[in-house]
């Protein structure tokens, strides 16, 4: 028996164990995603053809470093958010279900870190 | 006394074989095919990215690949999932201010999702081309 009143079990803990937060992350990164994707076109557009040294002095630029990691890190969270909601959709059995939220969490923290570094690394050297 | 612990064949509600395909709903389906793609295609960017900081001589061989016809036919395809999901994104930012239900306008923004992305990708293409 426990001693918690209806109210305060219920509070932001429905079905999906939170409350509007996922619904709310995935505006905040959609948002987001809009102008720091199109600075990377840009920066993909201006690296097209151009010789390693250049473009890596392009991508290790502090504004396009700084740009690149709050994208890779709004893309990440955007996309985990998403394929988690394909997952629920589409896998009924309880335990794949948790295997494949637990893959979609790896891959995106593994893009997330990957992406990072490398933006980093490109940063540090420049 | 319940029948709920028998088991039975229970009645479906229909689903999407009853309905005839609209743009509407294909937009719909797109928009998470769009999105599933550039889930995957993460790899690609972050792949590149990685190169570019591995030095000159993986740089060129990634940088190979992705010149390649079959490479330009992926980013092709991916440049228009980016542009197709990210203009869809902002129909469903206009949708959650509680605007756009009403049915012509609801039509309308699917025909320019879609017109939209394969204008924006050709011309993204076409200044990037420019630029080389």
């Not at chain 1, 995603?33 to 993909?44: E, T, Y």
């Not at chain 1, 939220?101 to 490109?122: P, S, W, Y």
Request: glycine share 10%.
């Amino acid at each position: 028996m426990s001693l918690r009143t209806p109210l305060s079990k219920v509070r932001g803990l429905g079905s999906a164990k939170d409350g509007t937060e996922h619904w709310w992350h995935q505006r905040v990164t959609a948002v987001a995603n809009i102008p720091l994707v199109l600075i990377f076109a840009f920066v993909l557009i201006n690296s097209v053809g151009k010789p390693h040294a250049e473009v890596a002095a392009l991508l290790g630029s502090p504004l396009v470093v700084i740009a690149l990691l709050m994208m890779i890190g709004s893309i990440t969270w955007h996309m985990r958010l998403g394929m988690q909601v394909i997952i629920e959709d589409y896998i009924s059995s309880e335990g794949r279900k948790i295997a494949a939220l637990m893959a979609n969490t790896f891959f995106c923290a593994a893009m997330a870190v990957a992406g990072g570094f490398a933006i980093l690394k490109l940063g540090f050297a420049s | 006394m319940t029948n709920s612990d028998v088991p039975r064949e229970r009645p479906l509600s229909p689903h999407l074989q009853v309905y005839s395909p609209m743009l509407t709903m294909m937009m719909s389906i797109v928009h998470r095919i769009t999105g599933s793609a550039l889930y995957f295609g993460t790899f690609l960017v972050v792949w590149w990215l990685i190169a570019a900081a591995s030095g000159p001589a993986y740089f060129d061989l990634v940088n190979g690949f992705f010149s390649s016809w079959f490479g330009r036919l992926i980013l092709f395809g991916y440049t228009w999932a980016a542009i197709n999901h990210m203009l869809g994104g902002i129909k469903h930012l206009f949708w959650d201010t509680g605007r756009g239900f009403e049915l012509e306008t609801v039509e309308r923004n699917a025909r320019l999702t879609l017109g939209g992305s394969i204008v924006l990708t050709i011309l993204l293409w076409v200044i990037a081309y420019g630029v080389k």
